[in-house]
């Protein structure tokens, strides 16, 4: 079945470490995205990527990176810059002109 | 700039009874309207959409949404909720190029649906 695959589920981070965060789509769709979620606060765009090689800073780059070697791939790299990682990610995928699908998520949190 | 606002952070009801969720958006051109749900630890399901046509939305499991542009609202309704039901549900708004390419989907905070026997 297609579809949108976040891992890990669960992810604990060191002070001071960078931690990366896997996204995969077999859906075919051109552009990616990833989202933070906190409790009450709704989703807050980090980045986008419409193509290949090519990806733009959303609302809340900061202390995060993006790759997008590949169509399916969309990693999110949680840098030491990031004050405040604890939340859930969310990555999302479409099609040109059609709503996003989402992954299941991946819980981050700080030992 | 756009954004979208939900009322309501928390709505109890009892099964069987109506409910409505309310979302309103601040936009002064044509918008693209979604619901989506999310049940606990998982992530986004598209739960309907308005692109333009109809006003009233209908999606598989009996909830509805009408978009009413002169009060830019986009109320979730169902008139008999079940336990399962219980869900947080996001409104979403994007212009132009809906939901897609240019990643302008804009989400309000939430509404935290609980659904009681």
């Known amino acids: 079945d297609g579809g949108i695959t976040q891992s890990p589920k669960y992810l604990f981070r060191k002070e001071g470490q960078n931690v990366t965060l896997s996204c995969e789509q077999n859906l075919n769709h051109d552009a990616m995205y990833w989202y933070r979620q906190d409790p009450g606060q709704g989703l807050r765009l980090i980045y986008y990527s419409q193509i290949v090689n090519d990806f733009q800073k959303g609302d809340i780059a900061e202390g995060y990176s993006v790759s997008r070697e590949k169509k399916e791939s969309f990693p999110l790299t949680v840098t030491s810059a990031q004050k405040n990682p604890t939340a859930f990610y969310l990555c999302?995928?479409?099609?040109?002109?059609?709503?996003?699908?989402f992954g299941d998520g991946t819980r981050l949190s700080i030992l | 700039a756009q954004s979208v606002t939900q009322l309501d952070s928390q709505v109890p009801v009892f099964e069987e009874a109506p409910v409505e969720l309310r979302c309103n958006y601040s936009?002064?051109?044509?918008?693209?309207l979604f619901w989506y749900v999310q049940y606990p630890n998982q992530g986004l399901q598209l739960l309907l959409k308005?692109?333009?046509?109809?006003?009233l939305v209908e999606s598989i499991n009996g909830f509805e949404a009408e978009f009413n542009k002169s009060q830019t609202s986009f109320h979730l309704r169902k008139p008999s909720v079940h336990i399962s039901d219980t869900a947080e549900y996001f409104c979403a708004v994007s212009g132009g190029n809906y939901g897609g390419s240019q990643g302008n989907l804009i989400f309000g905070k939430g509404t935290k649906l609980s659904v009681k026997p």
């Open positions: 936009s002064s051109v044509s918008v693209y």
């Open positions: 308005y692109l333009s046509g109809s006003t």
């Open positions: 999302a995928s479409s099609k040109s002109n059609q709503p996003q699908h």
